[in-house]
Every structure is written in structure tokens, then in C-alpha cells.
């Protein structure tokens, strides 16, 4: 049975209920005897270079709820991929910290630092385990159901679409929203949810697993203006066109060599403009939004399951570490949609690390333009209720 | 007394409450038998004059309440002024559908209609009541302490701020947040109801009631940036410099003449390129973006005081036009902040049409760079109480 320090750190890009899993975490390695010391690393990976901890044992239960309830990462994040060099500073630190349980909330990159550090205390028979919590708006790691963070973005995503087409039926027009996903659709196919009318938008979506041709997003928003005097449109950042080269970009690269698509209109103000060139002459009013950070990080718009699953993944990696001793990646297997229910297993980090997946192709429909039912019965018991909308009839 | 028909329409940006202001006046109109009939005018003005009515007298309540709860403008709104030909033609369908009250719910824009079909009712002698009822997220109409409308936006904005705050501290860098408000800074000034710790954003608040100088501004972020090694910044997308020249704009204008400034991220992505040439070598993480069209339609993030005041205006208006008969606008007044309350009075149409206002000198800091805490004392109480942050420590 190992037994010594924990350390745990946050990862990449904050969700909404990161730090339930942190907190998930903390409260059951303080149950645990295993566990010698809880080390909450300041930004991931550097903090742990530089030795930048804080002990986590000694808050109150009631500040740890204030923070699960708050979102964005508590102890800071990284954008850090650590190389080789690094990840060896990293277990020089374990080593002489007496660490036996890593534990890292991310997405595939983060569960790629996660292996490589486990690897190496493999072949240097360091007694050590290191699990990977998950977390990512993106909810493209593959082997789990979806992934803690998802569902909370998902559903900021959904009221904002709601409250949106109410506001495009209010004034007509055609509007473009821009919703995060670099690679995979998943969030942009949430604004489906939106829609509780067969009127109601959004109308056209928009996502990355299919390549976006401008003539034919100009031939769909003038099909469905000429249907429903409107047209809102979802569109993912990262939609690329047949050479999968992305539609519009501002052009910068994070420390990932991701291009940087988020934080700016310029994917918007694109297709607003081409819009307005497909009607030419006539008046048309076309607006675009681009919703950026707010997506992630918004509070009070929480998926309850997003909240109790992202708890229940950071309590379930720290036990099955201290019972096990086995590393690997958390993640979630659905057992019922209705009424929904699931529970963790543990998947090896090499399934889960480098390698993301993307909107599986029957989520998307033929004319990929658009989600099938089989997207709306897997998202909606993530998401949850939401508002009635009401129209005067 | 006046006996006849009401009609009720919607005008200009929706907001989050302004079908709880049109239910406040179904609801009452149900009540007085002077009402013989309330119609809903489809698009404000435009409905009017194409006889594009709605029966408001046959909705359940439980729909009613649906409607009310829903953002965005039920009936349709409009962003039309009419000239004398079209208030001509308005008043023409009201003669000849027995109209004896009309009540239109908007901003500035919309008292100027509804004051000029009221003096030209005068001038026929025809026996007629026409009232204004308030709302607008700018918060800038005269007389009334403040507008329905605005709070609900500002909550949207103080939790947008919330989070994204949390999101840089985990993620430092500078961070560049556009907020509508074209003219007035209030929207742009209750992102200061985030700050729940010295160290929290904004820590720089930009409105249009300053003129806005880019050097300033880089030596202000760079001294933020130098003191918590971040920088978050609400900006009003309506900033000019000492010209009155705007800082950036899209270039286009609505059908009022106002410049497009929302929808599109030019404004934000102009202050990060002004941030980076501040840092020249130097590398700096610098994000932004545009709030754009949630922050007015956004549903489940409503003020309770906002929502019950909007209800409050549409109901007050219908009693005071059915039991007095006199024209003009509903506005609130504040009777306490601790415990807030607030009641209804009417101020003649000329006070509040055609000029808005903006943000007192008393609730902007010395420097122009942020608010005062007589500002945080004002608009508190009309957002409400916000998720607390928790923070590791």
C-alpha cells in the first residue's frame, strides 16, 4: 500500500466546476491515512518545478464549498506540455517530497503529462501513482461519456442561444453566433437545446467535423430567411474549409501551437459579411457574436450533474489511487439516461492522452447543418432542465 | 373616463424583463372595464400601422407568466422613428378602432413617439391617453432613478466579470472586456459588483462619460499588470477620445444613426494590439472579448428587483392612464436602498423623450478609470445578491 504526500494541480483551460473536482479531491484524501500531505500545486506543472505549494488540509469545509461552487481553477492553471526535462524536475520534486499520489485535472494534454510522469516512475521502481482527473468544455476525451466541464459550458451555451433567438424574433434579421471548439463540435451542437419550436433557432449549425463551404452557408441562412423572415446560426471557431484549413483566424498560436480562434469577431465578422454579399443589394440586417471566455467560466449557470459528476470524478481518482495504486484516467460510464445516472471507472492514460476525439458522425445531420435526435437524447440529460419559453400566441 | 381599446407595443434592444413590463399591463388592463379590448402591436409602430394586432385578452395567466418570464420582446419590437406621416397614420388606426390608450414600452426613442401621437391627440381634441413605459439595459433615461431593464443586464455583467476574473487569475495575462452602452457607462460601470477582493477585476473601468486616451490606458494596465501580474478591463463599447471621435467602430449605423458598435470584436482586438505595442518585446498574454447581444437577452440571470419593478411600470402605467387620463412616463423612485424599495410615479413625456442621460460625475473615480463606492451604493441593491467567491488561501 503506498502511503505519502499527494499533490494535485489544474490544467489548461478553466471550466465552471473545475474545483469541484479539486475539492472532491481534497475532502477525500483528508480520509484517507495514505495520505501524508494534500500539495495544491500553484499553475500545474510549474507550480510543482518551482515547489509553489499550498497545504490543503487546513481549510474549512465551508471555504472548500465556496470554492468547488466557484468557477475557474482555484490553485491557477498551466498551458504548460511539459518535455522530457521537464517532467524529470517535476519527479526530482515527488522524490524529495516523499509524493506517491499525483493527481492532474485537464484535458488529453494533461493526461499526456500524467503518463509520461507515471512512466518514468515505472522504470525507476518509484512506488508512485498518478491518476488523471478530466475536465474540458471541449468534451473530446475519448473513452469517457463526456467529460466534467462539458455540460456546465453546454448550458450557458443553451440559454444564451434561447434568450438570443428570442431577441433575433424580436428583431429580425440573421444572426451568427460563434461558439468555442477548436476541433470538436460538441458545444456548438449544445445550442441545439435552444430550441423549443420548430421556429425557434438556432436554424443552422455549424461544426468542425464537417468542412464549411461559404456558398453553402450562404445558400442555407437564405433558405431558412426565406422560411422564417430570420436565421441564427451556430458556428464552432474552428470550422475549416475542404482543405482543412480553419475559415478565418486571427492568426496567433498558444504555447500548444493551437491557433488562438477565440477572442476576437473576426470568424464572425467574416460570415456576416458574406452574408450580406449573398443578398447583394437587398437590406438585410445581419449581426455576429462570438462568445468567448464566458462560456467557460460563467458563474451560476451550472449543469447539477456537471457539478456532482466533476465532485464525484476528483473523490473517485484520490480512492482508487490509495486502494489501487494503479495509475490511469477517470472517466464516466452513463448507466441510464432516464433518469440519468452514471459512475466512474478507471481507463489507462495512454487512452485517453494526446489524441482527442470529435462529435461522433450520427450526432450530425445529413446535410451537416445541423444535430440529429440522437445528439439531443445524449446532451440534454447533461445539461438539464431549462426555462420554459413563452410566446404570445 | 375614457372608454375604448388599448393597444401595447414594444420598441428598440430588448432586454431580459420587458414582457414582465407587458404582462404588468395585460394583467391590470383585465381588471378596469374601461379597457374594452388590449391589442399587442406586432413590432411596435410598424404593427400599428398595418392593423398587425394580437387579441391580449384571451392568454391563460400560466401562459401569460411563461411570456413574462421569457427575455427579449414578446410581441415583436421595432427599430423605427416615426416621423409626422407615420404618427399620422397611427393615429388614423386608433380613431378608427375606438384606441383610447396606448402604451408604449422603450427607451427615449419610443417617448418621443409616444409624445408626439400625444400631442397630436390634443390637437384633434380626441379624448386619448398615451404612456411610456421605461425600459432600456443603458440605464440612461431622465427623471426615473434608474430603468427596468438595466438591472438584469448588469447582474449578467457583474457574473460575467465574476468568472472571467477567476479565469485570468488562474490564466494571468490581460484581459479586455467590451460592454454595450453606447453613450452612458452604467452597464460598463456594474462590472465593478465582481470585485469581492482587492486583487479582483476589473481593475480598470473605461465609459463613454470620459474621454478615452490610449496612452493612458497602456500606462494604466502596465501598472495593474505590475501590482497583481494581471489586468482585467471593462471597457464601454462607446468609448471616444477627446475629439468625441469613437475609439474604434464597425463603421455601420443603425436606422436610428447610431454606430454599430456591438457584434463584432474591433474595439477589444484594437486595445490588445495597443497593449502588446505597450509591451513591445516583452511577451504578454492579451485577450479579448465582446459581450455583444447576451448581455440584454440572456435568460435565468434576472434581477429580482428588476423583474418585479418591470412587472411594477407595465401594471402602474394601465391604472394611472385608466384612472387619470393623462399622458406620460412611468419612472421610478427609490424610497430606500436598505431595505430596497422603490414606487411608481408619472413625469410628463417632454422630460424623458428625445435626450437620454448618462453616468453622474459623482460615481466615476478621479483618474477616469474606475467607480466610486457612492456608484457600487446605487446599483447594488437594484442586481442583488451575488455568488460568493471562494479562494484558496
Known sequence: MLKGQMVIGQSGGPTAVINQSLVGAILAARECEEVTGVLGAKHGIAGIMNEDFIDLTTQSIEQLEDVANTPAAALGSVRLKPGQEECEKVFEVFKKNNVRFFFYIGGNDSAETAHIIAEMAKQENYDFCTV???KTIDNDLRVTDHCPG???????????????????????????????????????AASALAKQGDDCGPHLIYVPERAFSVERFQYDVKAVVQKYGRCVVAVSEGITDEHGAPVMTSGERDSHGNLQLSGTGALGDFLSGKVKEAY??????VRADTFGYLQRSFPSVVSKVDAKEARMVGDFAVRHAVNHGIPGSVAIKRLSSMPYDSECFITPLSTVAREATSLDDRYINADGNGVTEAWLAYVKPLVGDLPKIGILS
Chains 1, 2 share one sequence.
Open 132 to 134: 488523471h482527473i478530466p
Open 150 to 188: 462539458f455540460a456546465s459550458a453546454a448550458r450557458f451555451v443553451a440559454l444564451a442561444f434561447m434568450g438570443d433567438d428570442r431577441d433575433n424574433a424580436a428583431l429580425s434579421g440573421v444572426k451568427i453566433n460563434v461558439v468555442m471548439g477548436r476541433d470538436a463540435g460538441f458545444l456548438t
Open 280 to 285: 447583394g443589394d437587398e437590406a438585410v440586417r
